[in-house]
């Protein structure tokens, strides 16, 4: 054996699960070495999830970063010779018309993401897997690429590690476990183990269901927890006798009972002659702590395994033997059924990329083996390259706020997303209901006082429409439709439309306390900014304005937006809720990595902001500052920030518009917040909702939204929103952009379309939420541009000004015509569309005011 190693360049803790294996290889196939893997277990790993993991592989989501890992890993698997591409269903059972439903919705994002799934009727079903009975089901899905990673995820795992260690890139040690970290100067510097201490550049936290425990000795929480995972084996069952396969019949979910179903193929394999029924628990999942687990010399199974109690799965059980029977007519297997341990997450998505605290640690936990290679080579990308071919947003742990890794709030939202693992569809607009109340603005009171609909985002809760402006639908009920379909009308207020028709013709208050803020101070803060920003920020000429720009990354692709406010000894950046920790961190990162001389602080909580917009905004306020005439155009020119008074209270003035309408954003200490809110009441000006400035109103705008719209998987042209001239000062991805911007056209144009004709089979309008592919209507074909990249809907509201449904999405070039005829598929149906606005043009803009996100 190797003497135990004083020192690498990279150390990957949990080597042995399928997750750390294909960190390694995908290190090693980025040019990596020096690699020095160590697990607790055996490699691979004994005790670990994978060492169980039912081994499903299927493209069904509706989230396209998942189905693109989920693809990446299949292929992965099948070119190692390990994978069985035997096909799956999903059914929906008679009388269950919601499950038949998200069927079709699934389908439609098949086509968005370029999977191969279809409609398939019952006849086809029980073709496909005789073992149902047809007459229960109505329908369902046929995904032929899923699949079955043979003979299992842990023999791929140990494979990949035997590769590294015969290329010599990697050193391999089994039964090590890391006890600690070596930390200095917010840098990671090595792991403690049990046989020594290896100093390294980087560590790779790849610990799955232990990850949380590895995260505490650097001082951080991921925010996953394992659940319970029903698994049950009936047997014997020998249709595959003979065969020498793994798996015989396609796998089918149930999902409807929250359950899935396979054989497990010849009697001769590992766990073959046997129906595995697995299941996922709806109402009461029982989550555990890592650190209540126990070690595996003290747990009668693994410590990733628990006993399964059979009052469990007896309901959803009898349920499953009614749909097939064979369930029934087998013998329940008890010495091998048991409750495997995996892990859900607080928002959906794993806990990826560098840590927050310490530089040179990176985690890849809360990962399931359908995603495992293809979350591998995003983070050895993103490792090497400072990006990943497709934008990791949704999966950075830089995108947590410190709430979000709170212990009790970690429980609380896993326990909310472990009970829609499986069955319910969620909605788009779904919020949490765990987890709640954790930021609230100094005028939530008054909200509640109004009714406000309120839901959350980052943590502050915001209403999305209020009942005290309810009359408000008597005036404009007949532009206000009612939303006949109950999908279309979940989460949503149809007083929020008719607070968008009263601001264009009166004014309205928005709370827009969310706003994250980041204040940059010390002799480098413009510096750095300049360094950052796609926009000029340096120059005497910018302070006092308000500057919206971007982040872009090393490609010259779109990584953030938001408004930098230049004041005479700082900066301040002005971000959405729900980027803001991501670019925070980002900064930090920078500046560290280059040497700028800044302080970057989070003063979030220490500010907030009130909108006030429509063609009486200006006579509004001038009510209640001290000096009206201030506010003249003149006076206060478009983008311009200065400071007024309100009610004795210091506001800065910030004039600029997301909504279509003039007015200016209103920012103040958050002690004199609700003093302000008070003295605007006081005008008679109604509070309107988050739901008038975040969607409808910024979509008539044809305004782009951050981490929807604006993604890194395009550049700064192609979503229009680049400056006639780029600044001379370098940027990060300046040289790329450049490049970009001397091309004969874009590749693709992020377009406005608007529905012209929402009516679906039945005669009722639908108002479509969520992801839709574009098509061809000719062809039926969801487009593609010239780089690959397909054409859906990135974004969609109902435009009350308007009267029509309005999406974005980015379309090839040939394709990018105003007045272009093409269709788009909503729950089967398709619909037709009209491109409306190529690139950045207002469907609806009284004032002509500029772009703000």
Known sequence: MAAFPAEAKVVIIGLGGIVGASVAHHLIERGWDDIVGIDTSGIPTDVGSTAHASDFCYTTSHDFLSVWTTQYSIDFFEKMGHYARVGGLEVARVGDDARMDEIKRKIASAKAFGTRARLIEPAE??????????????????????????????????????????????QAFANTEATDLVIEDGRIKGVVTGRGTIMADYVVVCTGIWGRLTAAMAGEDLPVMPIDHPLTFFGPYNEFAGTGKEIGWPLLRDQGNSAYMRDTGDPRTAEGGQIEWGYYEETNPRLVHPRELLTKHESRQSPSQRDLDMEQIMEPLERAMELTPILGELGYNEGHSFNGLLQVSSDGGPSMGESQKVRGLWYAVGIWVKDGPGMGKLIADWMTDGRTVIDHHAIDYSRFYPHQTEEQFIFDRCSETAMKVYNPA????????????????????????????????????????????????????????????????????????????????????????????????????????????????????????????????????????????????????????DAGPRD??????????????????????????????????RTTLAKVVEDPAGLEPDAFPFAAIKPITIGGVQVTAFRISYVGEQGWELHMRYEDG????????????MPFGVETYANTRRMEKSLRLQNADLLTEYNLLEADLARPKVKEADFVGKARHLEYKARAHQPATLCTLVMTDNTDANGVARYPVGIMPVMDPDTGETLVDELGRRSFTSSVAYGPTLGKNIALAYLPHAYARQGRKLQVEYFGEAYPVEVAAVGYKPLYDPENLKPRS
């Open 125 to 170: 079903i029980k073709e496909k897997f005789p073992l149902i009975e047809e007459s229960l089901v109505q329908g369902g899905l046929w995904d032929p690429d899923a699949g079955l990673v043979i003979p299992r995820s842990q023999t791929v795992a140990g494979k990949l590690v035997d590769q590294g260690v015969a290329a010599g890139k990697l």
């Open 674 to 685: 609700l003093a302000v809110w008070d003295a605007l009441r006081s005008t008679g000006v």
């Open 426 to 577: 969620v909605h788009p607009r779904e919020p949490f209901s765990k987890g709640r109340g954790v930021r609230r603005s100094p005028f939530y009171e008054r909200e509640v006082e109004l009714g406000g609909y309120f839901m959350e985002l980052g943590g502050w809760e915001r209403a999305h429409g209020y009942a005290a402006n309810e009359p408000l639908l008597e005036k404009y009920g007949n532009r206000v439709p009612v939303r006949e379909n109950e999908w279309d009308n979940r989460f949503f207020h149809r007083v929020s439309n008719a607070e968008h028709l009263a601001m264009s013709e009166d004014v309205g208050i928005v709370n827009l306390s969310h706003f994250s803020m980041y204040d940059i101070e010390g002799p480098d803060h413009v510096a750095l900014l300049e360094y950052l920003c796609a926009a000029k920020i340096g120059g005497d000429s910018n302070i006092g304005k308000g500057i919206y720009t971007h982040f872009l990354d090393e490609e010259g692709m779109v990584r953030a937006d938001f408004t930098v406010v230049r004041m005479a000894d700082r900066c301040r950046l002005i971000d959405g809720a």
């Open 584 to 617: 925070y961190n980002y900064m930090r990162r920078v500046a560290q990595d280059n040497g700028f001389d800044v302080t970057i602080t989070d003063v979030t909580e220490k500010f907030v902001t009130i909108g006030i917009w429509g063609p009486n905004a």
